[in-house]
């Protein structure tokens, strides 16, 4: 059936499947965004039976977002120039400053039941392949430090496992998903947070720990390095014992919390609104 424009433009979030819509909306009137924000066009790409359908429905948009900019790169690659959208900018995710601020780590580990004492390496994500949970384990930081997952997933028993065969049983915790209310004491809690993840978009983790005061070392996946600009916290290998050697000097000496929090003191979720209204205002301007 037919579809009668009622809207100036439509947001197709998540850019697979949603683009899979873009043809049939565009042919109908209808001016379209589609917003990418990580896997949704980084895996589906990669993915034969997938990709020309992404690559239909991102060149039918009339315009083109991202959480970074390392994504919008490759969705307007993928589009192509001929035909392709007319309008890209970047619509980063925002941090909510407010929620996430820095408070004692001694205050946080209370909170959580947590020992006040030694050094605490958190990791957050679900426990997937791209994430990489075995790495954070082999990239484990001093024999005292205790390293903690918050999430769940498909390979928590490989990291149980795995963690047992490294002999750090004692010192690694699997504390499962915690409440959303909950998450910014164990960001406060921690020394550091790692992310070992080999696909990211733009991985709201390392914004909220940052936002927390708290270091972070991260591998170079997408748009990640747009946030940590510290090379001390931007890891661009895989190796095992370089990231633990990374790991164990940040923790031996952080960059002061204030400095963490104002490097994404800029990214807020009005900034974010300005952006995304910028885009439509633009696509909404374009001929149907």
């Known amino acids: 059936a037919a579809i009668t424009p009622a809207a100036d433009v439509v947001v197709c979030d998540y850019a697979w499947p949603a683009a899979a819509a873009a043809p049939s909306l565009a042919a109908s009137g209808l001016r379209v965004v589609v917003n990418g924000r990580g896997s949704d066009v980084l895996q589906v790409q990669g993915v034969a039976a997938l990709r020309a359908a992404l690559q239909e429905g991102l060149r039918a948009a009339h315009g083109l977002t991202a959480v970074s900019q390392d994504l919008l790169d490759a969705m307007v690659a993928l589009a192509g120039r001929e035909g392709g959208p007319r309008v890209t900018a970047l619509t980063p995710n925002g941090v909510d400053a407010e929620r996430f601020q820095p408070c004692p780590i001694d205050a946080a580990r209370e909170r959580l039941g947590l020992d006040a004492r030694g050094r605490m390496v958190l990791v957050v994500g679900h426990l997937i392949e791209r994430k990489d949970p075995l790495l954070s384990l082999a990239a484990s930081p001093g024999p005292e430090d205790a390293l903690v997952f918050v999430g769940r997933g498909p390979l928590e028993g490989a990291v149980r496992t795995r963690a047992d065969e490294l002999g750090l049983g004692?010192?690694?915790?699997?504390?499962?998903?915690?409440?959303?209310?909950?998450?910014?004491?164990?960001?406060?809690?921690?020394?550091?947070?790692?992310?070992?993840?080999?696909?990211?978009?733009?991985?709201?983790?390392?914004?909220?720990?940052?936002?927390?005061?708290?270091?972070?070392?991260?591998?170079?996946?997408?748009?990640?390095?747009?946030?940590?600009?510290?090379?001390?916290?931007?890891?661009?290998?895989?190796?095992?014992?370089?990231?633990?050697?990374?790991?164990?000097?940040?923790?031996?000496?952080?960059?002061?919390?204030?400095?963490?929090?104002r490097s994404v003191a800029h990214l807020t979720w009005d900034a974010s609104l300005d952006a995304l209204t910028a885009v439509l205002e633009a696509v909404a301007a374009t001929p149907r």
């Open 170 to 261: 004692a010192r690694v915790t699997l504390a499962g998903e915690r409440p959303p209310e909950e998450l910014v004491d164990w960001y406060r809690a921690a020394s550091a947070l790692l992310l070992t993840s080999s696909r990211e978009g733009r991985p709201n983790v390392v914004l909220e720990a940052l936002s927390c005061g708290r270091p972070v070392l991260a591998t170079d996946a997408g748009g990640t390095s747009e946030l940590l600009r510290d090379a001390r916290m931007l890891a661009k290998t895989r190796d095992p014992e370089a990231l633990g050697g990374m790991l164990r000097g940040l923790l031996d000496d952080s960059p002061p919390a204030e400095d963490l929090r």
